[in-house]
């Protein structure tokens, strides 16, 4: 009697029961079979990194006895479509054609038979570009003095670096970024006009690169004023031209008065794209005084003041004969009486002296 404890696959085979004497021999033949769970078992690779829509490939092999069946599923989520798999002579193969992030995660090959049951664990990670960027605001509109505040977040593997730039400009010492765990932040205290414009937000890992807008709005108070001439001389009856300018956002509105006195019917006045232009035709010295300016919108209101001199022609008067005589004469006889007068009282103290 052949007796082994614990027997494993080793033992399978045929075993052989030899009887002899020293007439003759005999053999009698056994073959004995191990039935075993699997064994030998191997995944491979049992980590992998794959770039999204690159395919994915997963081998499982492993013997038993009877001869394993081998499935394979993902922690967390069911069987998808489109998973390719072909398995043979303890062998099956997993192929995922352009993977995509979702296919990230733990991929288990399980090889079992009515023995035992026996599962291994292989990770995918798939890298991929930024995904679910979102920009917020897209379109904003902010006073001038205000603070502009802009958010951009991400996701992607590796993990992806954000950073921010203006288009036309490049970074201005007054921006304030704050980056953490795919997400930014970009703060501009105070902003003036020159901040207006288009600002990207640029997400990228070494596998993709997203770039995201926002177009921004900065309302403002009128600027770059110019009122011309700001002192004229005119000559009565010739014209007055003065032309006043200036920049806003909203457009400026741009208005005209005389200090003193009401919006004339001879005014002419043209006005487009941040230019005035008045017209005083056939100009009286009654015109001559202080000319103002104004250029305003929602956000403030600013006045240019001009000076404006009429030159009146020089007026011809025309005075009586008799009157040009008196004026003459006049002083020659006041100079005469004054003569006699003192002839008479040197005549009259002369003879006081011989009496």
């Known amino acids: 009697m052949l007796t ?3 027997i494993t696959s080793r033992e399978h085979g045929t075993y052989v029961c030899i009887i002899e004497n020293e007439i003759n021999r005999t053999e009698l033949y056994g073959f004995f079979t191990v039935l075993y769970g699997p064994q030998n078992m191997q995944l491979y690779p049992t980590e992998s990194k794959v770039k999204e829509g690159d395919m994915l490939t997963l081998s499982c092999m492993g013997e038993s006895n009877p001869s394993p069946i081998i499935s394979w599923k993902k922690l967390g989520s069911d069987h998808q479509d489109n998973w390719n798999i072909s398995t043979s002579n303890g062998q099956s193969v997993l192929s995922i054609p352009i993977i995509t992030s979702r296919e990230s995660g733990t991929y288990v090959c399980i090889i079992e038979n009515e023995i035992n049951r026996t599962e291994l664990n292989g990770l995918v990670t798939v890298l991929y570009g930024p995904q679910n960027v979102q920009l917020y605001p ?5 006073k001038e003095g205000d603070t502009l505040t802009l958010s951009c977040r991400g996701e992607s593997n590796p993990s992806p670096s954000i950073r921010w730039e203006k288009l036309g400009s490049e970074h201005q010492d007054n921006w304030n970024i704050s980056t953490s765990k795919g997400q930014s932040m970009l703060t501009i205290p105070n902003i003036t006009s020159r901040e207006y414009g288009t600002y990207v937000c640029i997400i990228e890992n070494e596998i993709n690169r997203t770039e995201l807008y926002g177009f921004f709005t900065v309302l403002y108070g009128p600027q770059n004023m110019q009122l011309y001439p700001t002192e004229s001389k005119v000559k009565e009856g ?3 031209t003065l032309s006043c300018m200036g920049e806003s956002n909203p457009s400026p509105i741009i208005s005209w008065k005389k200090l003193g006195s009401d919006h004339q019917d001879n005014w002419n006045i043209s006005t487009s794209n941040g230019q005035s232009v008045l017209s005083i035709p056939n100009i009286t010295s009654r015109e001559s005084g202080t000319y103002v300016c104004i250029i305003e919108n929602e956000i403030n209101r600013t006045e240019l003041n001009g000076l404006v001199t009429v030159l009146s022609h020089p ?12 004026a003459i004469t006049t002083p020659a006889l006041v100079y005469l009486i004054y003569i006699m007068r ?3 009282c040197k005549e009259k103290s002369y003879k006081l002296q011989y009496v």
């Open 4 to 6: 082994i404890p614990n």
């Open 138 to 142: 897209t379109e904003s509109i902010v």
């Open 238 to 240: 010739d014209m007055l």
């Open 315 to 326: 007026k011809t008067l025309l005075v009586p004969a008799v009157s040009v005589l008196a």
């Open 342 to 344: 003192r002839k008479l």
